[in-house]
Structures are given as structure tokens and as C-alpha cells.
Nanobody, 119 residues
Framework: QVPLVESGGGLVQAGDSLRLSCAVSRRYVVGWFRQSPGKEREFVAA????????YYADSVKGRFTISRGNAKNTVDLQMNSLKPEDTAVYYC????????????????WGQGTQVTVSS
């Protein structure tokens, strides 16, 4: 499994926006997860291959938007109204089967990109 590559993380203030990007090459559902120190890696959002069906965790619904790039070779996560509790390492991965909201259903994890939101 070739790992995916995330980019776009950084340090921002509460209320700011940030856009993450994940380079993809296969026709799978792609998900974004995040993990903060001492916590489990948790589901954030996912999008199907075509890009017309999306899924969100309740904690980010209305603030984050997942989308496919026009050439279908990226999956972006637009994060608005960021909060300090959004601070985490963000990962993208392919969905290989099973529950869409469970880490175990995904693979080809990238190394992640750090997002830090200061208050």
C-alpha cells in the first residue's frame, strides 16, 4: 500500500481558516482523520470517488468541507471557524471496507500534517 501524502497544515488563531490537501491516485472513498496527544485517531470527514457524497463528524459539521479536486487527484479539507480543540495531526487514507467512521476500515495512511489552533 502506497501511503497518501497530506499537506497544508500550520499554526493559526481561533476563528481562522486552513485548507488541507491529500494527494490521491486510486478510485476509493477517501477519509480525513485526526489525532491529538493521548487520544484515539478519530474520523473527521470522507468523500466518495465522484465527489458528490460526503460524510462528516458532528464536531466539524458546518465548519469543515471535504471535496475532490477537479482532476480527482486531490481530496481537500477546507476548515473554517477553527477552534483550539481542532488542534491535532490530520491524516488522510483510503477506505478499504467496513464502517466509514472506523479507523480500522482505512489504509494507506500518510504521515499526517500538524494543525495547531491557538486561542
Amino acid at each position: 500500500q502506497v501511503p497518501l501524502v497530506e499537506s497544508g497544515g500550520g499554526l493559526v488563531q481561533a476563528g481562522d481558516s486552513l485548507r488541507l490537501s491529500c494527494a490521491v491516485s486510486r478510485r476509493y472513498v477517501v477519509g480525513w482523520f485526526r489525532q491529538s496527544p493521548g487520544k484515539e485517531r478519530e474520523f473527521v470527514a470522507a468523500v466518495n470517488w465522484i465527489g458528490d457524497t460526503t460524510y462528516y463528524a458532528d464536531s466539524v459539521k458546518g465548519r469543515f468541507t471535504i471535496s475532490r479536486g477537479n482532476a480527482k487527484n486531490t481530496v481537500d479539507l477546507q476548515m473554517n471557524s477553527l477552534k483550539p480543540e481542532d488542534t491535532a495531526v490530520y491524516y488522510c487514507a483510503y477506505h478499504y471496507g467496513g464502517s466509514l467512521y472506523e479507523r480500522e476500515s482505512f489504509g494507506s495512511w500518510g504521515q499526517g500534517t500538524q494543525v495547531t489552533v491557538s486561542s
